[in-house]
């Protein structure tokens, strides 16, 4: 099932007409999967990248901008696994302000080894946790900032 956060649309995430200047969506969308890592995965980026020297960087990036967001705008964002490859996962990603759709993005992630820059296979803790999250119900959580 999917993960479910809330992001409130800060100052610094305006341009000066007060709506959401598009390259911040991608730092809330960041802010995201990083939460749901540590929220669901278990594994926050400080433990993959810090302690484990591993990475997963955003390989692929589609998103299509439905409506603008705007200052004082409370963000429900979505996150679903929608595909796991060997060293690949694919994430859904939808932001809806109340019933307003707002933006759909799919992000693919690679797990890399840090130190040779090569993908590598997902431990099957965390490939366990992303085949569970499709049966679990999703988790809320809400974040006053990203």
């Keep these: 099932m999917a993960y479910l956060t809330?992001?409130?649309?800060?100052?610094?995430?305006?341009?000066?007409?007060?709506?959401?200047?598009?390259?911040?969506?991608?730092?809330?969308?960041?802010?995201?999967?990083e939460d749901w890592f540590a929220d669901v995965v278990g594994r926050d980026f400080n433990s993959l990248h810090i302690e484990s020297g591993t990475s997963v960087p955003t390989v692929n990036l589609n998103t299509?901008?439905?409506?603008?967001?705007?200052?004082?705008?409370?963000?429900?964002?979505?996150?679903?696994?929608?595909?796991?490859?060997?060293?690949?996962?694919?994430?859904?990603?939808t932001a809806h302000c109340g019933n307003d759709l707002r933006l759909t993005n799919e992000s693919t992630l690679v797990y890399v080894d840090m130190a040779s820059g090569k993908p590598q296979r997902w431990p099957e803790a965390m490939r366990h946790q992303f085949e569970r999250d499709r049966e679990t119900p999703g988790v809320a959580t809400e974040k006053g900032s990203s």
């Design 6 to 33: 809330r992001h409130k649309v800060r100052f610094g995430h305006c341009d000066p007409a007060g709506i959401v200047y598009f390259p911040r969506y991608f730092e809330m969308i960041n802010a995201v999967v």
């Design 64 to 93: 299509d901008f439905k409506a603008p967001s705007r200052l004082g705008d409370w963000l429900d964002f979505r996150l679903a696994v929608t595909q796991i490859g060997n060293a690949s996962l694919t994430l859904s990603i």
